[in-house]
């Protein structure tokens, strides 16, 4: 329903006109889904109606490809990279996780989880700059024990905002939706999602 243009490609580049030197790292379950996103944010940035609000950001003549580009000047930019992925030597201020996990094959691959949780925590983690870093994690949630169930279960779980905008609305819904209304009323049909959601209840009730 729209995270990912609004997380992992506007907001970027709206941050990056706010905050021209600001780094940041896209990452996710595969390198053509991160270029993608990264790909976005770079033509968004080098657009005519962009720099009627941010004049004095503009793309680098000198790195300007798809999956890694800087912002002249100022020195921010953005790098693109796919789940195992190796990112030494470039840090970030900002770190993106859009979808780490493909499909429920995958994560229903406990070596599969495994390899993720080592990038992340070995690879992707060293590369955040303190003070100040900021990770962003969003996923639709495939298993109990994928990179977003991982993360809430360890020591520094308290350390994270959760926001979870199910489809349908339950009690307490952060968007004020009354029970059982649809986040995207228009996208799909409530009865539809009303009975996926009975039907993963019965396999799934601790999510």
Not at 50 to 78: C, H, I, K, Q
Not at 86 to 110: C, N, Q, Y
């Amino acid at each position: 329903h729209g995270k990912t243009l609004k997380i992992s490609r506007l907001f970027p580049s709206w941050l990056l006109g706010h905050v021209p030197d600001l780094r940041m790292i896209t990452a996710s379950y595969g390198a053509v889904l991160a270029k993608r996103n990264s790909r976005f944010v770079r033509n968004v940035i080098d657009s005519d109606r962009y720099r009627e609000f941010f004049p004095r950001v503009r793309l680098s003549a000198d790195t300007a490809a798809a999956n890694e580009w800087d912002v002249d000047e100022y020195g921010g930019g953005m790098m693109a990279v796919g789940v195992g992925t190796g990112v030494t030597g470039h840090g970030a201020r900002l770190i993106i996780i859009d979808d780490p996990i493909k499909s429920r094959a995958e994560a229903e691959s406990e070596v599969y989880r495994d390899r993720l949780y080592d990038w992340y925590t070995d690879d992707l983690l060293t590369r955040l700059e303190e003070p100040g870093g900021a990770i962003i994690v969003m996923q639709t949630r495939w298993h109990q024990a994928d990179l977003a169930g991982w993360l809430l279960s360890d020591e520094h779980a308290h350390e994270w905002t959760v926001l979870n905008l199910p489809a349908l609305a339950g009690d307490d819904d952060p968007l004020a939706r009354e029970p059982g209304a649809a986040l995207w009323p228009d996208g799909a049909e409530v009865a539809e999602w009303a009975a996926w959601a009975r039907w993963r209840g019965r396999f799934w009730p601790r999510c």
